[in-house]
Every structure is written in C-alpha cells, then in structure tokens.
C-alpha cells in the first residue's frame, strides 16, 4: 500500500508555470506567454526564449484578463491546443 499514492502527491508531480495573459479573446481559454531565461552554454549571455501556451481560464469574477500575470498548471488534454488551466491570478494588470 505504501507504493500507493495520493491524490495529492500526484497533483504535486504536476508543472507550475508563472506566465503573463496575451489574450482573452476565446470563450473558455487564454494565452499565456511563458518566459525563461537562461546562460548560453558556449558565450554565457543571458538568452530569453518564451513560449505560447493555451490555458484553461473558469469563468466568474477570478477570471484572468490580458495583462494580468497567472499561475497555470499542467492538466490532462481538454482540447486540441489546451493541457494547461489557469489556477489564480498573481497579479491583476494595471
């Protein structure tokens, strides 16, 4: 029983990503532009890569809107572009 696990401890296992909203203009979902930066390996300069992914975004009041930063979260496929769901909203655009 102790190779078991819990719901919990796999929801754990799951990515965190902090990203910015780019676009709100689907019904369910938004764009988030994730940002990374690291050294390149041969010159040591910082490189900035950032990827598109689409997020699940709830409806409601706590709904993310363009500009706002977010936490989303890696979650089975809801649909054909979307494995990610938005889970709070950082911060609120200005």
Do not use: C, F
Request: charged share 35%; glycine share 6%.
């Amino acid at each position: 029983m102790a190779e078991q696990q819990t719901e919990a401890e796999s929801r754990a296992r799951r990515k965190v990503r902090t990203g910015v909203v780019t676009s709100d203009k689907m019904m369910k979902t938004v764009t988030v532009s994730l940002t990374r930066r690291y050294a390149h390996p041969v010159y040591g300069k910082q490189v900035t890569r950032t990827k598109k992914v689409k997020a699940r975004n709830v409806a409601g009041e706590g709904a993310a809107r363009a500009g706002d930063t977010v936490r989303i979260m890696e979650t089975r496929p809801l649909a054909k572009t979307v494995s990610w769901r938005v889970t709070e909203v950082v911060e609120r655009a200005k």
